[in-house]
């Protein structure tokens, strides 16, 4: 067969709508004008409602690790203490740009696919208590484990910290409420739940946190929320911004509005129940002891060569989805149902497991997954 | 009339061919796969043409301002002294980077409009033997001007201190040959002469410079350059990339190879002559001492509201060219002819300057200025 489509269900790039993607070639309009300011200042409207804030949202040009950047270099100073709460390869990012940056690194760690607990945090912050911050995780995409931040904020907020979340590949998917939860400040990237492709990061900062901004002693430029914070109270941005993904952004965030967040989190909270259903219908095992709505992390089996499945699924079939990362690598393989996706991404996903795992002996009842995930997403009132 | 369409002669963005600008639409890939790596492997090749450098060019999702600080950030550590030699506004940007980085500024300068003299560099190098680098512009956008680069190297080769220089609006426009000319570090960003939408940045680094980036103790992670060489090496890039700028990058690249650069400068050079030559017989006055192939400065008369200009341009006549910046506000207007740009977008915009001046009553002979462009558009040989 001569036609394969390629199907993408990797946490991140994830699939872009048809409405957002031909946004990416629309005529570029110069950025200092009136006609983009009206463009910013629709999306810094639309930025609050996916981040459930009422405080303003930066965007940059960069990846999500140049937004964990933004985080550190603003609110930490050379030698101050951050602690980190961690279990899973984005979690020791934080660590390895606090130590760029000079931090005295706390590190708060559960095994990966393991959810670090609220009362580690509370007595890492007892320990700890010249602590300027708290860095976390909404969702650790290396294990699909989701972290219980409601609780972590409650912890931080009787103290002096702030409460600082990597939401790169949960907000969208993963309720977050930064406001009622005290999190002072939450950053995600482009192409996870908001449906674009790689290029844009987002990050919210509290006032609690915009104190540390101000003190922040770290050289920093082009992250400088100083500059963003200033041009963004005129619907601007201080450097040329990356004017064909803000377009995209723009056509995003309509598709946001009109699914509500709640039916964003609904949606993937019902594809991951069908995912899970399906695993377990396989008699596989799930990884992550709090599995979220962004990713379903399967445990590879013994007799089943995990990367081989991976590339596979991938060269094969046109299925994408993501191995394991670092010392996962072989161990678990990640289905993402993130971002636009729906009901036959799943089936899809699952069959082509179905298929990789048979082509390597592995007993597999083909079409057993595909039927259990169908049960959930036919009869499910959605 | 109903129907206005959109002509971009600003510098940067400037318009992006359709090719280009579709490839912005396609689905996804996956970065960490063969295939994305094929890609990033013709790229990476693609950009040594471009940067007329046999060393690797490093991209990365960022503005220009964000490359310019990569090269601060990677070649300076706190406290060493950094020579700038400024006309302008991006000039300036050079010594607010690094006074961010904690480095002592030595600022050479020349009014804005006027190129900085080789012999100013010579010097300044003699006052401050232990400099450890010189910064500044291949073209100062903000005054059309261009700095004699091939001079600049002969003084700074003699000495230990790297030459770096921000060729964001200049690179395909102007020529420059960093390898031969003992350039440093060459940087540019993606919205200019490469003829994409902004948000990526590009950056060369000599092999005399890598040693001051391993050297560097400057705080950085981000735009760490040794994460981008590890990844480059293998065809891989450290963080999540720009895919559909990226995209658009293998696109842009071909058509820049079909044209040549030697086809690119010529045509920049015979385009902007034709632009001086209809704001001579506009009786207008050019503002740079060393105009380019970026664009062309316009001293606005008296009698004219410049600001006004521009913005009737824009709003009215569908024709978006730039302002002065800074100190320059209402005193010049910049055309460029930059990019995806042919004999008509040098009508159109010289065109659009004659209504906008003779809509404020400024004594103007309507067409004497496309008449002039005209002459040395059809006539040349190109």
Redesign the interface.
Known sequence: MKIKK?Y?L?P?????PPEV???????????R??QFCAIIKEVAQGLKMLFQTQHPVYFM??????VM?AA??NLMS?GETMIVAQAGKFGERWG??GK???CHLVEVKAEYGKAVQPTQVEEALKKNPSAKAVFTQLSETSTGCVFDIEAFGKVVAKTDALLVVDGISGVGAEPCFPDKWEVDCLLT?S?KGVML???LGFISISPKAWKAVDASK???????LRAYKKALDSDDS????????LFQLKEALKIIQNETMEGMWARHSWLAKATRAAIKALNLELFAERPGNILTAVKVPSGVDGEKAVKVM??DLGV?I?GGQGSMKGKVMRIAHLGYMDRFDITTAISALEIAFKRQGFPIKLGAGVAAAEDILWQDPQ
């Open positions: 390629n993408i990797a991140g790039p994830t699939p872009v993607a031909s946004a990416g070639a629309w005529p570029l309009i110069h950025h004008t009136p040009a960069s990846s999500g690790t140049g950047e550190v270099a050379p390895e740009i760029s940056f000079g990237g192409q492709p790689p290029g770290s050289p920093r430029f082009y992250f400088d201080p450097y040329t911004p990356a004017i064909s993904l991938r060269d994408t993501a």
